[in-house]
């Protein structure tokens, strides 16, 4: 599942086949309003289906109709890009780094009370992938896939930048360091928890954020725009809500409090009686200092490291990958029949 049409057409770059270039083949009953994209990832037949719009309402909606229409469901791979926390347990985190939830939590009406847990199906998987031997081959399947991802997006003249934007385009400031007009700007100046719709659509640069206010880090290597990138791997708790984290200070407070590691926006709309994995890249630091520059990378070593996940799901085919008949079908962003 997708939220958005980018974190879609970066996992549709990762299909190996696809079953519907003539038409939808399957169908999908009287109330369902999703629209899917089938095929096959690796051993698994898969459907692809973009929601509505962003929040867990949509993902609500999508999920159910979803399991209308695809009987057989067993697995979600939900797919896209996040908010994360620049520091994660005892490793910094970088932008186009991958999340991997083993709980998720909503954070709009937050309550620790064990809910967000993950389908019984999928635990077994995610305390597998949580080892340092199984994380060490996710990591290596999913640069490999995103190689793959680059590489297919070029021979498509894709439109959209999935290579690494460079380091120097990686930065972040204090928490209480908001992204807002330095002067001449009385929404900005009046509210010191508050900055304008301009400032939100503008980049650091182009407001006057101070470079100086940056926190300096050790990045992995100082790697230029289009260098190799193999992402990070963090497998932990997800805070999700309908309301996108753009405060450092609430960042770090939720953070804390509740032990989540990123912010996303659909995972708590898709419940404990779905089997569902969310898997998202981190676009941005979950702070006011938002850009675009990131998301279609992130969008794409999320969905790398979700073929890498893939692999592992246990497949009930007997090697032969054709076009499943009619009816047999289940769904995910990811998903097998």
Same mark, same amino acid.
């Given at each position: 599942?997708?939220?958005?049409?980018?974190?879609?057409? #970066?996992?549709?770059?990762? !299909?190996?086949?696809?079953?519907?270039?003539?038409?939808?083949?399957? =169908?999908?009953?009287?109330?369902?309003?999703? !629209?899917?994209?089938?095929? /096959?990832?690796?051993?698994?037949?898969?459907?692809?289906?973009?929601?509505?719009?962003?929040?867990?309402?949509? *993902?609500?909606?999508?999920?159910?109709?979803?399991? %209308?229409?695809?009987?057989?469901?067993?697995?979600?791979?939900?797919? =896209?890009?996040?908010?994360?926390?620049?520091?994660?347990?005892?490793?910094? *985190?970088?932008?186009?780094?991958?999340?991997?939830?083993?709980?998720?939590?909503?954070?709009?009406?937050?309550?620790?009370?064990?809910?967000?847990?993950?389908?019984?199906?999928? /635990?077994?998987?995610?305390?597998?992938?949580?080892?340092?031997?199984?994380?060490?081959?996710?990591?290596?399947?999913?640069?490999?896939?995103?190689?793959?991802?680059?590489?297919?997006?070029?021979?498509?003249?894709?439109? #959209?930048?999935?290579?690494?934007?460079? #380091?120097?385009?990686?930065?972040?400031?204090?928490?209480?360091?908001?992204?807002?007009?330095?002067?001449?700007?009385?929404?900005?100046? +009046?509210?010191?928890?508050?900055?304008?719709?301009?400032?939100?659509?503008?980049?650091?640069?182009?407001? =006057?954020? +101070?470079?100086?206010?940056?926190?300096?880090?050790?990045? /992995?290597?100082?790697?230029?725009?289009?260098?190799?990138?193999?992402?990070?791997?963090?497998?932990? /708790?997800?805070?999700?809500?309908?309301?996108?984290?753009?405060?450092?200070?609430?960042?770090?407070?939720?953070? %804390?409090?509740?032990?989540?590691?990123? !912010?996303?926006?659909?995972?708590?709309?898709?419940?404990? +009686?779905?089997?569902?994995?969310?898997?998202? =890249?981190?676009?941005?630091?979950?702070?006011?200092?938002?850009?675009?520059?990131?998301?279609?990378?992130? %969008?794409?070593?999320?969905?790398?490291?979700?073929?890498?996940?893939?692999?592992?799901?246990?497949?009930?085919?007997?090697?032969?990958? +054709?076009?499943?008949?009619?009816?047999?079908?289940?769904?995910?962003?990811?998903?097998?029949?």
């Amino acid at each position: 599942m997708c939220a958005l049409s980018r974190e879609a057409d #970066a996992v549709l770059l990762l !299909f190996d086949e696809f079953w519907d270039e003539a038409g939808d083949p399957y =169908g999908r009953v009287k109330s369902d309003t999703n !629209f899917y994209i089938t095929g /096959r990832i690796g051993k698994h037949n898969v459907v692809l289906t973009i929601m509505s719009g962003m929040g867990t309402n949509s *993902a609500t909606y999508a999920a159910v109709n979803l399991r %209308a229409s695809y009987t057989g469901l067993q697995l979600i791979l939900l797919v =896209g890009i996040c908010g994360g926390l620049p520091r994660i347990g005892d490793k910094d *985190a970088y932008l186009g780094d991958v999340v991997v939830s083993k709980q998720v939590v909503g954070y709009d009406n937050m309550l620790d009370d064990g809910t967000g847990r993950p389908n019984a199906d999928v /635990r077994p998987l995610l305390a597998a992938l949580d080892t340092e031997f199984m994380e060490k081959r996710l990591k290596m399947a999913a640069a490999i896939h995103l190689k793959e991802l680059q590489q297919e997006a070029k021979e498509q003249m894709r439109r #959209a930048e999935y290579h690494y934007p460079g #380091a120097k385009n990686d930065a972040i400031y204090p928490p209480e360091y908001s992204h807002k007009h330095k002067d001449l700007c009385r929404a900005c100046a +009046e509210n010191p928890d508050f900055f304008c719709r301009s400032a939100f659509q503008s980049s650091c640069a182009e407001i =006057g954020c +101070e470079p100086d206010k940056l926190i300096p880090r050790e990045h /992995r290597e100082d790697l230029p725009k289009g260098a190799d990138f193999a992402p990070e791997i963090f497998i932990g /708790r997800l805070g999700s809500g309908n309301t996108v984290m753009k405060s450092g200070l609430d960042r770090d407070r939720i953070a %804390a409090k509740y032990n989540v590691v990123a !912010f996303e926006m659909e995972g708590a709309g898709i419940g404990e +009686e779905f089997p569902c994995i969310v898997v998202k =890249g981190i676009c941005d630091y979950a702070d006011s200092h938002k850009n675009k520059i990131w998301q279609n990378f992130a %969008a794409a070593t999320a969905a790398s490291v979700a073929k890498a996940i893939l692999a592992w799901f246990p497949s009930s085919s007997d090697g032969q990958y +054709e076009p499943p008949p009619k009816g047999m079908t289940w769904y995910s962003l990811f998903s097998k029949y």
